[in-house]
């Protein structure tokens, strides 16, 4: 029974850019309902980390396994085929850093295109279930508008929206509110914090220390494409066990005061 | 003079098809050759070094043809290989062949400048090939690129005055034979460039409505 609450199991990522090793050995599980957070300095590859879960970049080595179905690879041990991945992907939402809203699509398309298009699930639910979501995220009023004309917060509202609409398994975050002016990140926390009370499961790349302290039910600490740490919120942010996540808890000591909403 | 334009105004039923068949000779070129651009650019664009290079080579190799000369080699030099067209088939297959060359240039360029975010957005959410394409790529490309789009259909409708060397009756065509029936080369050609002129007026009406879409998504 355990494993089938296991939702995410990397083991033993690798990659390498060039001569650059970007990750290196990197494993760790996710449990359904958890949310976890991944910190450490830029070039740590944390996002590298987050492309390689839904193969947006290939892994040099180890796998991945969504609810104990390999991704990327096939049980023949071939690699997937751009449909399959495609298929499988649509069970992983993604929320980017600079929101990579569809500007040619309205805040509702936006919304309902993947599951429409991607899942093939009928149009007239995925339509009920994007309204309820824009609502959820305080946007319903700018359903009909394209994401040019909303700000840095909307947007990325709409990019959480938009990953929920998948009904995924998982969800990955990379540095949501990094583009962010600082007076938008709170509502963008806001919408993240009722996702993670709620039991959704997802992995979090941020620096965002307050967020980590007070909604990550785990932090992993990356260093030079290595795990250095992996621990609850409470112990890594009082008793670190590397000097490495010494150094960078106080480094964003300000940041993390500021963070609190 | 003003006699001459009167000539020309009695002689207006040629002239009218003359317009009707520039019109319908670049209205179809127009449209052929977006579609055949818009198949051609992904090829532009294939991270395959083979596929990119021949299509790029193609594309070039088109674009550095004068289109008089390859409108000459499809209608007088086709035939000693054995291919035979009409005129009207030649002229057009001349048309959309050189012009497809060009908007798929126009494309790859606006595609070059997409960000790349919303493509990867596209993939991460369950997007792939053909469908990809359609659905995530194409259609911000389109609306970047619709004003030089319009440029090149505008251009479409000036190589089509080309085509009156291999007697394909279209609005130059028209002029030509009017002026040489009657000698009235000025009123004839002034009054076949005003209409080419209102054609190109419609074309830059529809580009500003497509800039318009373009405007409220940007």
């Known amino acids: 029974m355990k494993q089938n609450s296991k939702v995410l199991d990397v083991a033993g990522i690798s990659k390498k850019f060039g001569a650059v090793e970007v990750l290196c050995d990197v494993s760790f599980q996710v449990d359904k309902g958890e949310t976890v957070c991944v910190l450490g300095p830029s070039g740590s590859g944390k996002s590298t980390l987050l492309r390689c879960i839904n193969w947006l970049e290939r892994p040099d080595a180890g796998q991945i396994y969504l609810n104990g179905k390999q991704i990327g690879v096939t049980a023949g041990g071939t690699v997937m085929t751009d449909r399959d991945l495609s298929a499988v992907r649509t069970r992983i939402g993604m929320v980017f850093q600079h929101f990579a809203l569809w500007p040619h699509l309205t805040v509702l398309q936006n919304v309902t295109e993947a599951p429409i298009q991607a899942q093939k699930r009928p149009k007239a639910e995925v339509r009920d279930e994007a309204l ?20 840095g917060g909307q947007k990325q509202r709409v990019g959480i929206a938009r990953a929920l609409a998948l009904r995924p398994d998982l969800l ?13 990140v709170g509502e963008v926390l806001v ?29 992993m600490f990356l260093d030079r494409g290595r795990v250095v740490e992996s621990a609850s919120p409470e112990q890594f942010f009082t008793q670190p066990e590397t000097e490495r996540a010494r150094q960078f808890i106080q480094r964003y000591a300000g940041s993390a005061a500021n963070g609190k909403t | 003079m003003i006699h001459d334009f009167g000539v020309v105004w009695s002689e207006r039923g040629l002239l009218l098809s003359g317009l009707a068949n520039t019109a319908i000779l670049s209205a179809l070129a127009a449209v052929a050759a977006l579609a055949l651009g818009i198949a051609l650019a992904p090829a ?44 009207w088939s030649s002229g ?7 012009n497809t060359a060009y908007m798929a240039e126009i494309l790859r360029g606006a595609w070059k400048a997409q960000p790349r975010e919303p493509i990867e957005a596209g993939i991460a959410f369950g997007f792939s090939g053909v469908r990809l394409f359609r659905r995530i790529i194409l259609p911000p490309l389109l609306l970047s690129a619709g004003p030089v789009i319009g440029n090149q259909m505008i251009q479409i409708i000036k190589d089509s005055a080309f085509l009156t060397i291999i007697a394909l009756p279209e609005l130059t065509h028209a002029a030509s034979s009017i002026q040489s029936r009657h000698y009235v080369p000025f009123a004839a050609f002034i009054t076949a460039v005003f209409l080419y002129w209102g054609l190109c007026l419609v074309i830059e009406a529809g580009v500003g409505s497509i800039g318009r879409l373009a405007e409220a998504r940007r």
Not at chain 2, 58 to 82: E, K, N, T, W
Not at chain 2, 92 to 98: E, F, Q, T
């Open chain 2, 92 to 98: 057009l297959v001349a048309l959309i062949v050189y």
């Open chain 2, 44 to 87: 532009l664009m294939s991270r395959q070094r083979v596929v990119a290079g021949a299509a790029q080579t193609l594309v070039d190799g088109m674009r550095c043809i004068p289109f008089l000369l390859f409108a000459y080699i499809i209608y007088y030099g086709l035939p000693s290989l054995g291919l035979r067209f009409d005129n």
């Open chain 1, 191 to 219: 919408v993240m914090r009722d996702l993670a009370r709620e039991g959704m499961t997802m992995v979090v790349v941020t620096h965002e220390m307050g967020f980590a302290r007070d909604a990550a039910t785990r932090v």
């Open chain 1, 172 to 184: 990955l975050f990379d540095e949501p509110t990094s583009a962010l002016d600082p007076e938008l």
């Open chain 1, 132 to 151: 309820a979501l824009l609502a959820k995220v305080g946007l319903i009023d700018k359903r009909d508008a394209f994401p040019a004309r909303l700000s």
